[in-house]
Structures are given as structure tokens and as C-alpha cells.
């Protein structure tokens, strides 16, 4: 085997660096066939690329546009570029042809020159315009971009009762737009990354700067540079990349499709990431609080949005314990129950075969898979899994003697409670946690829950969402984030931003609080 | 990843004052209007246990005070400025055995009590492994995390109390409390000593101050949560005097027994002792994550070399065989009052020494 020298092996790797740098090596050339030419090789000939070749005036110079249909707007190419060009024929005098196009004749306003390969065909791949002209070796390049898009629609994943009702799409454009609807603000920020290799799909990092921690922006940042993927079909990706633990349960990044919700967070000194193709978009730092807090919260008066918060902290207790809870008593601390209560329960349980712990998780398990079937099925199909669920299961197995009907109770019970939450995601944790206290519970009773109770609190007080405690503001406490939290204080007392957030632009009461903290 | 600073190796002085409830509540209050309604006459009781909690107050501030002193020093750094590196080693060394015997104690305790209240079947050993399980989860994790878990904790055990109470107003009888001033000279200087014993875990201060940024408010803050300490005993045992009379001298563990004894209206629960107690375990549990870790925080500051995690996973087993060691529940008990009396001794006699040598020696300016 040869070695070669180490200067030669450096010089060697450089260029193969350059090399693998710059894949597309083929030049733009003064020719144009060449270059339409290079351009069909370099895409393979695919069939919705559209080359147009034309002839500018009396100079007889020959030009073509080159598109991929679907993705452009066609219309905009036709009126704007075609139409014109054809128009001023006479007035296109011979020198400087391109620099004449490029500020007078053509009527769209993002136009830019490239004389690179590598840009034109990611610009040609992006839904733009790239015009060709022989004899120069300079491209212009024009944005089109269109297509078809979804219209902006009221979010299936988050309803609400009163507020807005757009929400997010596919299209990044339009999602910037809606948000920058709402936050007519010099200083809102979309500081543009790249993600997916093969995809090259635009991200945005929202922020409004003067009010967003600028180290929070940073750690963001710095975890999006990162991202080392192909491809990302959602934001869910992201998420997962940069978030800080992938072994809790727990999502420590939101998710939304409401451009109120995003505006909301925005203005409280939070992030917001858009990636191109979902209409999700992520919200960062999340805290265990704001899993049981709604949009919604906000758009009802105080006095009903707190009642209802604390409907939901009720809920989720129920979601967490409610099964767990059922096992403990039944099975172990008999003497708990109400003995009128007692009785009945036992009375039902004459026949179930199952430990009460059995009959608990079998249900669960029965549960879970209901609702998955439930996701899964066509929307014309799902109310079948309404009657297998609802009369099959609910019904048939108690008379079948498999399980009691306090269980059946307990589930739906458990089941109603989860639905409340209004965070997907948070909701699938709690699914996943609600497990676990049962498995303890089975084994030891009232002292296995709260075992893993503080379990899972020691899990949450040293779970951070990029960077920020996620069990923050009840500890580390900050008791004037308070207002906002299982409370909702009347909307002319929320005049601070969360102070866990060290946001820049606090008002001046949040000085006092600092000297203090110090 | 993570690096936006949040300030997780320091704490605020506000946590200092939740630390101390934190410490203090744990098994030996359960016990306490027992130990008190023997030696003292109807619900003079509370003389005692605001004697030593005045005593409890003023060593918790000494102690506050002394490591305020240096800011941002550990124990060993301080102490060794003031008594030579050698003695600082030792003292430091006898913190770490202290925090492993508190630990486990009140894991066994833990066995002990949940055996007679939760379940009678289960191996005490699995009830106790359980247990220890949970703190060197807590303990391997972040030292801001125990704090931020005493600030979520404390207010149940609060909250637990105070509707413990609410609800056995209508079982109290003044005949109970009365006749107040009964008791001999004697009977109180023991129930001083006996009171005592529920403050034990001062010394966790010497360590923990060097972790507040700015501690010159610390002692006030650890006084205040003294104090509180203090009036959640009182208010314990006023009630426990009041529920059961004389009464209180022959139960176990006379707060849970009056759990069992109040009906809370609704019927919802038809007895709530299992659910104080499993409430109450919050309590114990911080408790024994605070003196696990000292003794882990003890052991590194000595062999600074030594990594957190795998002294706490040495520890555990050592502690596990210790928690073995007492047979029956009197047994537990004693081995608690000695681990107590030794923890106060141990406070006393460092804070003396340490105060003498600061007032008599001084200490020179850090160098930096």
C-alpha cells in the first residue's frame, strides 16, 4: 500500500472536501443550449420541468425560462414574465440586454442574479423562475413560487369555543404572515435556518427580540444548527432533536396550531419554531403548567377560566390516579372505602375471577387500544368502534362477568378526565404515567403511589426545557407567576411577562423581585 | 444539552427557609406527643417544645450566621480556616456518619410504620428497599432539584396538618387541656430533652449556606423556618392533647392514630390515617434525601476526587445494611433518639467550637 507524504494527504482531503462541497461542479457557460442542457442532466429530464425557449426581439437573441410545474405560480410567469418580455420587444436595445430585463421589463418583485449551479437548480427546485439568456453567463432568477395550498382553516387539533379561528398550514409564507398579523412589532424576529439535506426545508426561529432572553435564543440556536437529517415531514422532528431529554415522557416543547396561541407566547418572552410543510409549529421553553392551560383560558373571563383550570388540575389527577387509586383501595386498604361503598364493591366483584389490579390494567390496556383504533379508522367507520367500545366492552364484559362495573366507572371515568387535557402530547404522558402508578399501585398499594408520585417529581424538578426547570414557577418558585398558572387573574392584573423566563423588557415591579431573589 | 444558565448550583435564600421545615418534619414529630404526654401533666407539653424550639431557633440562626460568614466556602474550607484542616476533616467526616445514620433511620422507620399502617403481609425489606430506592434517585440527580422538591413537598404537609386539625375541632375537649402549669420541674426538663430530639438536622445549614448566593439574609431566613417548625409541633400537639387527653401517653404514633380517629364530613374516605400517612411520607422523604446527600456532599468535599454518583451508590448498601440492624419498633425508636442526641451533640459542640474559634482566633481575609 502506498502513503502518500502528509503534506500531499492534507492537500488530498482538502480537495476532496472542496470536492464533495460543491456536488453540482458543472459551470453556466455563454452557451445557452449547454446550459439547458446541463440543467436537464443535472434533474434528470424529469417530466414537469418546463424549458421556454424564446426570442427576444429584433436583436434575435435567444432566452428560455426554465420551471417546474406545480410548484410555481403559472399564472405569474405567464402575465409577468412571458407577457412582458414579448410586450417590450422593440424597446430592448442590444446592450446590456440582461441588466435591462432584470430592472425594467420583468414585474415580479424577487429577482436576483446567480451565475452558480448549485443555487440555480435549488432555486429552479424551490419553485422559482430561472431565466436564461445566450451569451451571458449570468442567470436571473425570479420567485414564483406558488402552487396548490391548503386555505387557512380553523385548527382541527386545537377548538376553541371563542377566538380566532385560523390557523397554521402547510405553507411557512403563509404561517410568518399570520403571525406576523398579529405582532406588528419592528423587533419580531424569523431568523431562517435550513433543515433536511435532501430537503432543504426552510425553519424559522420566532422571537421578539428586546423581550426574549437573548441566552434562551442562543441555546436555540445553537441546538437548530445541529440538526443533521434528510428530512423532516413535521415539526415533531425538531422537536425531538433538540429537545433536552429524550428519556422523560414528558414533552418539554409545545406544539400548536394556533397563530394566537405562537403570537401569545411570543409576546410572554417565549420562542417559536415554523418549519416549512406543517402547519405544527413548536414553542419553547414549556413548562409542566403550561400543559393544563388553554388559549381558551384567556378568551373567557377570569372567574370561569380559573374555575376551569382548576376543572382541569381535578382531571388530571383523575387521569393519573383515578385506575391507580382504584387498585390501592380495593386491594389493599379495604378499610378506606366508605363501608356502604365497600359493600357494593365487593357485591360487584362477586364474580370477576381477576385481582382488582388485573381488572384495572386489562381495561386500561382495552382502552388504549379503543383509542388508537379510534385514530386509525376512517371517519365513516369510527362509529362502529363507538358501539364495539361503548356496548361490547362497556357492557358485555361486565355481564360476562370479566370485570366489575365500578371498574367500568373507573375507566371511562379515567378516560373523559384524559380528553380534558388540552395538550395532545401532555396527554400521552400522563397515558404513559398512569401505567405506572397502576403497576405500583398493584404492588404496593397506597405507598407504591405515592413512591412513584415522588418519582416522577424528582424526574420533573430536574427536567429542563432548554435550559429552564420545567418544573418552574412552583419550584424553582416564582409566586408572581402565580397569576398565571393554576389561577388566571384578571386580565388587567397580568401585566408582568412570566418571570422564570428572565425576559429582557419586564415591567418595573420585576426589579424589586430580582434585588430580592439576589 | 443544556447551558442557559439558570443558576441551578445556587440557591436562593428563600430556600433555606423551606429547608429547614423540610429536614426537621419527619418520623420523630409523630411520635413526639407521646413521648411528651408521659413525662408532663394534661397539655403542659407545649412548654417544652417551645423551650427547645427557642433554643432550636437560636442555634439554627448561630449556625446561619457562622456559615454566612463565609460565602460561597464549603463547610471544609471554613472550618478549616477557623480549626485546622485535620479537625475540619474529622468534623466533616462525622457529618457524613450523622447524615447516614439519620437516612437510615427514617428508612427504617418508613418499614416500621408503613407495616403497621398501609400493609401487614409485605416483607418490611421490600417497603424499606422501595423507599431507598426513591431517595438515590433523588440524591444521584441535581442539588437544586432536592431543593426545588422540599418547595413542592413542604405545602402538602402543611396543608395536611392544618386539615388534620380543622377536622378535629369537634372531637376536642377543653377537660383535656386543663389543668395547665401541673407539672413538676422535673417533668419539664425532660420533656425539654425529649423535645429536642424533633429538631435534630440543624447541622444540614454548615453545608447547604455555601450554596446561597448572597446568604446574609439566610439566618433570618432559617430562624423564620424554625419558627415554623416550632408552631406546627405546638399546634400538633395541642391537638393531640385535646383529641386524647391523657390518652396520647399509650399511642404509637398519636398524629396518625388521631387521623384515624377524625371523620372528615362527606364520607369519602372512611379513614384517613392511610392517606396522612402516605401524605406525611413527602415529609420523611425529604427528610432522608437532605441527610443522604449531605453525607454524599460531606464524603465528596473530603475526597474531592471521588464522583457523586458512585459514592451515593456505595453509600446505599451501607446504609441498607444499617436500616437492618433494629429488630422491633422500640428498637427503631431507640436507635433514633441515640441518632438524634448524637445530631444535636454533634451541632452544639461544632457550633460552639467553630463560634469560639471565630470570636477568639477571627479568621483572615480570603485571599483571592
Not at chain 2, 413526639?32 to 408532663?40: D, I, N, Q, S, Y
Request: with cysteine; proline share 5%.
Amino acid at each position: 500500500m502506498t502513503r502518500p507524504s502528509l503534506f500531499n494527504r492534507l492537500l488530498n482531503r482538502k480537495q476532496s472536501k472542496e470536492k464533495s462541497k460543491t456536488s453540482f461542479s458543472t459551470k453556466i457557460t455563454k452557451n445557452l443550449d449547454d446550459n439547458l442542457h446541463n440543467m436537464k442532466q443535472l434533474l434528470g429530464d424529469p417530466g414537469d420541468l418546463v424549458i421556454r425557449e424564446l426570442i427576444i426581439g429584433g436583436l434575435v437573441k435567444r432566452a428560455a425560462i426554465v420551471y417546474i410545474s406545480g410548484i410555481t405560480d403559472e399564472q405569474l410567469i405567464n402575465n409577468n414574465i412571458l407577457k412582458t418580455i414579448q410586450l417590450n420587444l422593440k424597446q430592448i436595445d442590444s446592450k446590456q440586454i440582461l441588466d435591462q430585463i432584470h430592472k425594467e421589463v420583468v414585474a415580479i418583485t424577487d429577482i436576483q442574479k446567480s451565475n452558480n449551479m448549485d443555487d440555480i437548480s435549488f432555486a429552479v427546485l424551490n419553485g422559482n423562475t430561472a431565466f436564461y439568456l445566450d451569451g451571458y453567463e449570468t442567470v436571473l432568477l425570479m420567485g414564483t413560487t406558488g402552487g396548490e395550498t391548503r386555505s387557512i382553516e380553523p385548527p382541527d387539533s386545537e377548538t376553541l369555543i371563542r377566538g380566532p379561528k385560523d390557523g397554521f398550514v402547510e405553507n411557512i409564507a403563509t404561517n410568518m404572515a399570520l403571525i406576523r398579523r398579529d405582532i406588528k412589532d419592528p423587533n419580531l424576529r424569523f431568523k431562517q435556518h435550513e433543515v433536511g439535506k435532501r430537503s432543504k426545508q426552510k425553519l424559522i426561529l420566532c422571537y421578539v427580540e428586546g423581550i426574549t432572553n437573548p441566552d434562551l435564543v442562543d441555546e436555540v440556536n445553537r441546538r437548530l444548527e445541529t440538526i443533521d437529517m434528510d428530512f423532516v415531514s413535521d415539526s415533531s422532528y425538531v422537536e425531538q432533536w433538540i429537545e433536552d431529554s429524550f428519556l422523560s415522557p414528558f414533552p418539554q416543547i409545545l406544539n400548536t396550531e394556533r397563530p394566537d396561541n405562537v403570537s401569545y407566547h411570543l409576546v410572554q418572552g417565549k420562542l417559536a419554531i415554523l418549519v416549512d410543510g406543517t402547519p405544527f409549529a413548536l414553542i419553547a421553553p414549556a413548562t409542566i403548567g403550561d400543559s393544563l392551560q388553554s388559549m381558551g383560558d384567556y378568551n373567557q373571563r377570569w372567574l370561569s377560566a380559573t374555575l376551569l383550570r382548576l376543572l382541569r388540575y381535578l382531571s388530571a389527577f383523575f387521569a393519573l390516579f383515578l385506575p391507580a387509586l382504584y387498585i390501592a383501595l380495593v386491594s389493599y386498604h379495604p378499610g378506606m372505602i366508605p363501608s356502604t361503598l365497600a359493600f357494593s364493591i365487593a357485591a360487584s366483584r362477586e364474580g370477576v375471577p381477576f385481582p382488582a389490579a388485573i381488572e384495572a390494567i386489562l381495561m386500561g390496556i382495552t382502552f388504549e387500544i379503543l383509542h388508537e383504533a379510534g385514530i386509525r379508522l376512517p371517519k365513516v367507520i369510527g362509529q362502529t368502534i363507538g358501539i364495539v367500545g361503548g356496548l361490547v366492552i362497556g357492557d358485555a364484559a361486565v355481564s360476562a362477568g370479566i370485570v366489575s362495573p365500578i371498574m367500568v366507572i373507573v375507566t371511562a371515568l379515567t378516560a373523559i378526565a384524559s380528553f380534558s387535557i388540552p395538550t395532545y402530547s401532555v396527554a400521552i404522558a400522563f397515558r404513559t404515567v398512569r401505567f405506572a402508578f397502576m403497576i405500583a399501585a398493584s404492588f404496593l398499594g397506597l405507598y407504591g403511589i405515592i413512591l412513584v408520585y415522588i418519582m416522577v417529581n424528582i424526574h420533573l424538578v430536574n427536567l429542563k426545557s432548554i435550559g429552564v426547570p420545567y418544573s418552574t414557577p412552583f419550584a424553582p418558585t416564582f409566586i408572581k407567576d402565580w397569576k398565571d398558572l393554576i389561577l388566571r387573574a384578571p386580565i388587567t392584573k397580568l401585566t408582568q411577562r412570566p418571570t422564570y423566563l428572565r425576559p429582557m423588557d419586564n415591567k418595573s415591579g420585576d426589579i424589586k423581585t430580582e434585588k430580592r431573589k439576589e | 444539552m443544556s447551558t442557559f444558565k439558570y443558576g441551578d448550583k445556587m440557591i436562593k435564600t428563600r430556600d433555606i427557609m423551606v429547608l429547614v421545615p423540610s429536614m426537621l418534619i419527619a418520623v420523630v414529630v409523630l411520635s413526639l406527643p407521646r413521648m411528651l404526654a408521659g413525662v408532663t401533666n394534661a397539655a403542659d407539653g407545649w412548654i417544652p417544645i417551645v423551650v427547645s424550639g427557642i433554643v432550636a431557633i437560636l442555634l439554627a440562626w448561630f449556625v446561619a450566621k457562622l456559615a454566612s460568614f463565609f460565602p460561597n466556602q464549603s463547610f471544609l474550607e471554613y472550618a478549616s480556616s477557623l480549626v485546622s484542616k485535620p479537625i475540619a476533616v474529622i468534623l466533616t467526616l462525622l457529618f457524613a456518619l450523622e447524615g447516614i445514620l439519620i437516612t437510615a433511620f427514617e428508612v427504617r422507620a418508613i418499614g416500621v410504620i408503613s407495616e403497621q399502617y398501609l400493609f401487614r403481609n409485605t416483607p418490611i425489606e421490600i417497603i424499606t428497599l422501595s423507599f431507598l430506592w426513591v431517595v438515590v434517585y433523588a440524591v444521584s440527580g441535581s442539588r437544586a432539584g432536592i431543593f426545588r422538591l422540599n418547595s413542592l413537598f413542604l405545602p402538602f404537609i402543611f396543608i395536611a396538618v392544618i386539615i388534620l386539625v380543622f377536622f378535629s375541632i369537634g372531637y376536642m375537649e377543653l377537660s383535656n387541656v386543663l389543668p395547665v402549669f401541673k407539672t413538676d420541674v422535673q417533668g419539664y426538663m425532660q420533656g425539654t430533652m425529649k423535645s429536642a430530639l424533633s429538631y435534630s438536622g440543624i447541622g444540614v445549614l454548615f453545608f447547604y449556606i455555601a450554596f446561597v448566593r448572597q446568604p446574609k439574609r439566610a439566618p433570618g431566613m432559617a430562624a423564620v423556618g424554625m419558627g415554623f417548625v416550632v408552631m406546627l409541633y405546638v399546634l400538633i400537639y395541642f391537638t393531640c392533647i385535646a383529641v386524647f387527653g391523657s390518652a396520647t401517653e399509650v399511642l404509637r404514633l398519636p398524629i396518625i392514630d388521631l387521623a384515624k380517629a377524625i371523620e372528615i364530613p362527606g364520607g369519602f374516605f372512611e379513614r384517613i390515617e392511610s392517606v396522612f400517612y402516605v401524605i406525611w411520607i413527602m415529609g420523611i422523604f425529604t427528610t432522608t434525601a437532605i441527610s443522604f446527600d449531605i453525607a454524599v456532599l460531606a464524603i465528596t468535599l473530603v475526597f474531592p476526587k471521588l464522583n457523586k454518583i458512585k459514592v451515593t451508590l456505595c453509600l446505599t448498601p451501607l446504609i441498607f445494611i444499617i436500616t437492618t440492624m433494629p429488630k422491633d419498633y422500640i428498637e427503631v425508636e431507640q436507635f433514633g433518639n441515640y441518632v438524634s442526641y448524637l445530631d444535636l451533640g454533634l451541632i452544639f459542640f461544632v457550633t460552639i467550637l467553630l463560634w469560639g474559634m471565630y470570636l477568639i482566633r477571627g479568621v483572615k481575609k480570603r485571599e483571592k
